[in-house]
């Protein structure tokens, strides 16, 4: 297995530029601490590590499968409170909690979706919308149980240690990002989800002409979102040690779309890309003369950005550094002049 491995790594991923940066870059954060110990960039790290598997959730169903959910924080919030509030009353770790919230968010999405399902284009993402709105609205009526404004206060912690929540957190982003990237990987001889959902978001009507059920796979869509966004949302409560409305808000449904859409829509390292620029981005201003305006230079850059590169940034890099060979369909670095595998050639 292990040489199997090796002559994947040597083959699939050495020759092509855009997956060789990215195993530099995740192993980049795995040895981060060792450059150093301060305690706020590791936290800045960590979040946006949280932050990337509710990009890549939200990539999933709204980039892959066509299913545009401006609520997608409705996961967020349901795993985060799931998680805080069976830590209060029941007293269960967060290793426990965190994956019974997000198999409750993944739930509830896949209730909230029925209705949502019935309509389609600007109509689904306008009554997704409204979801988190009244789940907030839920909360906030019962203080007693959920803490209203004020949320869940002092909940377990994941580790006492920055370090160890760092390394909790990116081991578990790693995991889903892979997860998540098998299933909508389209050329994957194993796992199909990820034809059936280009299919879905390309032409729905002719999947289903082809005896796709289109209803199930876009259900199985939402219901995955729905998972890793409670994971998230569980993880982010338990980092912070409280949890309150604010997960449930329409500017983090927002946020999570231009992370997205800065990166690279249906391309799941444009999502991750995406979070781990304009997130630290964001928090480097802060404290600065530019505090105030954080939020407008961001934006701004966002927009220049998507005029020159309106497939988001590392979907340009991608095309930049990479040429996919006319014969055989293969990836290979854009300097080669000929196929690496059948010397088909590439100009």
Same mark, same amino acid.
Request: glycine letters at 10%; aromatic letters at 12%.
């Given at each position: 297995?292990?040489?199997?491995?090796?002559?994947?790594?040597?083959?699939?991923?050495?020759?092509?530029?855009?997956?060789?940066?990215?195993?530099?870059?995740?192993?980049?954060?795995?040895?981060?601490?060792?450059?150093?110990?301060?305690?706020?960039?590791?936290?800045?790290?960590?979040?946006?590590?949280?932050?990337?598997?509710?990009?890549?959730?939200?990539?999933?169903?709204?980039?892959?499968?066509?299913?545009?959910?401006?609520?997608?924080?409705?996961?967020?919030?349901?795993?985060?409170?799931?998680?805080?509030?069976?830590?209060?009353?029941?007293?269960?770790?967060?290793?426990?909690?965190?994956?019974?919230?997000?198999?409750?968010?993944?739930?509830?999405?896949?209730?909230?979706?029925?209705?949502?399902?019935?309509?389609?284009?600007?109509?689904?993402?306008?009554?997704?919308?409204?979801?988190?709105?009244?789940?907030?609205?839920?909360?906030?009526?019962?203080?007693?149980?959920?803490?209203?404004?004020?949320?869940?206060?002092?909940?377990?912690?994941?580790?006492?240690?920055?370090?160890?929540?760092?390394?909790? @957190?990116?081991?578990?982003?790693?995991?889903?990002?892979?997860?998540?990237?098998?299933?909508?990987?389209?050329?994957?001889?194993?796992?199909?989800?990820?034809?059936?959902?280009?299919?879905?978001?390309?032409?729905?009507?002719?999947?289903?002409?082809?005896?796709?059920?289109?209803?199930?796979?876009?259900?199985?869509?939402?219901?995955?979102?729905?998972?890793?966004?409670?994971?998230?949302?569980?993880?982010?409560?338990?980092?912070?040690?409280?949890?309150?409305?604010?997960?449930?808000?329409?500017?983090?449904?927002?946020?999570?779309?231009?992370?997205?859409?800065?990166?690279?829509?249906?391309?799941?390292?444009?999502?991750?890309?995406?979070?781990?620029?304009?997130?630290?981005?964001?928090?480097?201003?802060?404290?600065?003369?530019?505090?105030?305006?954080?939020?407008?230079?961001?934006?701004?850059?966002?927009?220049?950005?998507?005029?020159?590169?309106?497939?988001?940034?590392?979907?340009?890099?991608?095309?930049?550094?990479?040429?996919? @060979?006319?014969?055989?369909?293969?990836?290979?670095?854009?300097?080669?002049?000929?196929?690496?595998?059948?010397?088909?050639?590439?100009?």
């Amino acid at each position: 297995m292990f040489r199997r491995l090796l002559k994947d790594f040597r083959f699939g991923v050495l020759p092509v530029p855009g997956r060789l940066i990215g195993v530099i870059f995740f192993v980049f954060l795995f040895i981060f601490p060792l450059i150093t110990t301060a305690k706020y960039p590791l936290l800045v790290i960590t979040i946006a590590s949280i932050y990337a598997i509710f990009a890549v959730s939200w990539d999933l169903l709204s980039g892959y499968t066509g299913q545009v959910n401006f609520g997608h924080a409705l996961s967020f919030g349901v795993g985060a409170y799931s998680s805080a509030l069976l830590w209060k009353y029941l007293g269960w770790p967060p290793a426990a909690t965190i994956p019974i919230g997000a198999v409750g968010a993944a739930l509830l999405v896949v209730i909230t979706c029925f209705p949502a399902l019935r309509l389609r284009g600007p109509y689904l993402s306008l009554i997704t919308l409204a979801f988190p709105l009244l789940m907030e609205q839920v909360v906030l009526a019962f203080p007693s149980v959920t803490g209203g404004y004020i949320g869940v206060r002092k909940i377990a912690t994941l580790s006492e240690s920055p370090i160890a929540e760092y390394y909790i @957190c990116l081991l578990v982003m790693t995991v889903a990002v892979l997860i998540m990237w098998k299933l909508t990987d389209a050329g994957s001889k194993y796992v199909r989800t990820g034809l059936i959902f280009h299919a879905i978001r390309e032409d729905e009507i002719a999947a289903r002409a082809t005896g796709i059920n289109t209803i199930n796979y876009k259900v199985l869509a939402f219901a995955i979102g729905g998972f890793f966004g409670g994971i998230a949302g569980g993880l982010f409560g338990h980092l912070l040690g409280a949890v309150g409305p604010a997960t449930l808000s329409m500017t983090l449904s927002f946020q999570v779309i231009m992370w997205v859409i800065f990166g690279g829509m249906v391309s799941i390292y444009g999502a991750v890309a995406g979070v781990f620029t304009l997130y630290p981005l964001e928090q480097l201003l802060q404290g600065t003369i530019f505090t105030q305006y954080r939020t407008l230079i961001v934006a701004v850059i966002v927009i220049v950005v998507l005029l020159f590169m309106p497939e988001g940034v590392a979907v340009w890099i991608r095309d930049k550094i990479e040429r996919e @060979c006319p014969r055989c369909k293969l990836t290979n670095a854009a300097w080669r002049r000929e196929c690496r595998a059948c010397g088909a050639s590439l100009h």
